[in-house]
């Protein structure tokens, strides 16, 4: 009879067990780190023709967003792979972010990740040459006054401890040659004339039809209504002046560019 | 005895109470009745009691106290926050001193026009898993008797009462999992309600359906794609027709002497790629003039035959009587996505006035049978292809206005360019089904712009604009005392000259408005601006002193 019990007792149980199994969620199978796909040419074909079809209608054609938002810059931003993959995954609850149709496999979330890092990050074709200490050493000379790493530098410029995992060696060369101007929102030089005849240059933080919002070059952030100065003046140029061959030999480019490879940022866990 | 007469007593003096009490209570408005809609604003503007102020859609307010030399004495009442994700893109409903008002989420509030302070909420259970492109909003109630009506993200049509917000009934339109979503604010018309469902970037087939306002049993529907046999039914290749799109998702004017009902619809879908769908693919990106009764269709006219850069026609038509060419022609008028502002004969949907009112490149003209003269080299492709204007379009649904004493027509134009792209879309149902996407042409030389714009409706003539550093989304508002209420890109809420575009107040709201639009009525003799701006109310008077 006990022994009745007993065996009532571990069915009872192996139902009860099999029944809360079956009404609770399926268990989550463990996301990799990093992308299975980065850097395989087909995965990336793939997912660029995915991005066109289910993403680009929000984020653009370029990634670089539309009504979603900019998704070019997530991992200089310091998303991670897995990260990224669990909200292409589950969505944005309350949002238009939709969550993946459970239909498609997990290697079509990772190939259209896999393409969008090719927009921005460095490519396997860009190993590093150049020495890093003395790329270190003239970045501090020539671009941290403007530019902030780790904590250190300039603000008056875009901030590049992570710029390492956000643009390849030919558009740093590029940018920093001179040969392509980046028109990034809020670094827009500016130069505010105030009634009294007072001159503050630097760049536009943000600003409306009634209003500008400045930092200057002293790094003093400051709004000025429109009505109550003399002029706002709008450069058409970048406050980034060109880097030649004068002013930065190609040896010393080589070091700076190494020395920037290494900044990935020094807290990339932001899931 | 003397118990008795105590209790007599007592009751003597409970019914005295009663008395007492009922002297003092105001008395108790009657139900929102079809008169009511049909008076619109009325002669006192007090209330503000369907979508569009009036079945004309005007937005023009009989008001005056507010004027342009006291406007700057504007000052907030109160403001109401949502506590909701997204942003409001309603018009709320004003009746007996208490604001209707329909938010994000499809949350919803009857709020104390005199303190901000919420009476009810309603809050709808929505599925995880909504397909509802371009954001979770909704434009609005409409109301009857002592019922309001929504839609929802879900593709229902609710009726609230109005006291308590519960639901008197839920009727479904679609099945949301298959691409279904509704937005727009439903109009009552006679004892029905008219809606639309939203889906066109989803391959729906899209419909406007007419619903008993008692029961919540359906009366009609039109399909906006014909079936098989049906004329129109050709203009679609092969099956496309299943799945085009063709949503309504914007509120339509209703003409009570025609008994005329009049909406815009949506593209045809996939948005971008011409080849899974050749043909006019109607009746997308058109006005359907449609039998209140019935639903049977009296003409339409299409704005953007084969439509390829999402140029939805879902933008507000508004009615009104016009001079054009010595002669009193009863019009629609629409400021159209596609670039082109129109003045149709809404008797016959023939076109009167066509006429760009922002840079527009994929057409050069309207021609005399009301067909577009398209410009080569504008279908989407691999490579891509740059047309004005952009996907957003020239305007959109925030509602224009429309001043019937000065017959002007008054738009928030965008100026705006974009490369649109296609490929081939394979559909999978409730999925997006769009077979491309487009890229806004913004350097720093060639940034888009927004226009506050006065039409002449009868010409097409601009003039006045009032330019904004970015482009706009906001509904406009006008009153008698010729002032324009609007907002622009950057959070500033508005105040301008009607007649000469003068800029006459501004605040900054802290975000912009987004196709939602100012409503204006009167609070204890004060007349009130109600002004939804991302996810707050605020409720604006002159000082008791400066009227």
Partial sequence: ?271 | MRSTSTLVRLALVASLATVTLTAQQPAVPAPVSNQDLLNGLGADGANWLTFGGNYANHRFSPLTQITPENVGKLQPQWTFQTGTLGNFETTTLVRDNVLYVTGPQNVAWAVDARSGRQIWRYRRELPPNLTACCGLVNRGFAALGDRLFMVTLDAHLLALDMKTGAIVWDATLADYTQGYAATLAPVVVKDKVIVGVAGGEYGIRGFIDAYSADTGKQAWRFYTIPGPGEPGFNSWQGDSWKIGGTGVWVTGAYDPEQNLLFYGTGNPGPDYHSASREGDNLYSCALVALDADTGKLKWHYQFTPHDVHDYDATEVPILGDLMINGQLRKTVMFANRNGFYYTLDRTTGRVLVAKPFVQTTWAKSIDAQGRPVLEPGHTPDEKGETTCPDLTGGTNFWPPSFDPRTKMFFVNAREACATFYAYKPEYVAGQRFTGGAQQVVNTRDNRPWGALRAIDPATGERKWEYAMPTPSRAGLLTTASNLLFAGDGDGNFLALDSVSGKLLWRYQMGSPLHGTSPVTYMLDGRQHLLVPAGTSLTAWALPAESR
Avoid at chain 1, 105 to 132: Q, R
């Fill in chain 1, 1 to 271: 009879m006990r022994r009745i019990i007993a065996a009532t007792v571990i069915v009872g149980c192996l139902a009860g067990g099999a029944l809360v199994r079956a009404q609770a969620p399926a268990p989550t199978p463990a996301v990799p780190r990093a992308n299975p796909l980065a850097s395989d040419p087909a995965a990336i074909q793939a997912g660029m023709a995915m991005f066109r079809q289910r993403c680009a209608d929000c984020h653009g054609m370029d990634a670089r967003g539309v009504r979603g938002p900019d998704l070019t810059q997530v991992w200089a931003s310091g998303r991670t792979d897995d990260g990224l993959f669990r909200t292409v995954r589950r969505g944005i609850p309350g949002t238009e972010m939709p969550a993946t149709n459970l239909r498609s496999p997990d290697d079509e979330v990772w190939k259209i990740l896999a393409y969008l890092k090719t927009l921005s990050a460095p490519t396997a074709a860009d190993a590093p040459v150049g020495n890093v200490a003395n790329g270190e050493r003239v970045f501090r000379a020539q671009c941290a006054s403007c530019h902030r790493v780790n904590g250190r530098g300039g603000r008056i410029g875009p901030e590049l401890s992570r710029i390492g995992s956000a643009r390849s060696r030919t558009a740093l060369t590029r940018r920093i040659r001179g040969a392509e101007e980046e028109w990034i929102e809020g670094y827009e030089p500016v130069t505010v004339t105030t009634k009294t005849g007072q001159t503050v240059r630097g760049v536009k933080k943000n600003s409306d039809a009634f209003s500008v919002q400045v930092m200057d070059t002293r790094e003093r952030i400051q709004g000025y209504v429109r009505s109550d100065v003399q002029t706002v003046t709008e450069a058409k140029q970048s406050a980034m002046p060109a880097f030649d061959v004068t002013r930065l030999p190609e040896n010393d480019l080589n070091d700076v560019l190494a020395y920037m490879a290494t900044l990935k940022g020094f807290d990339p866990a932001v899931r």
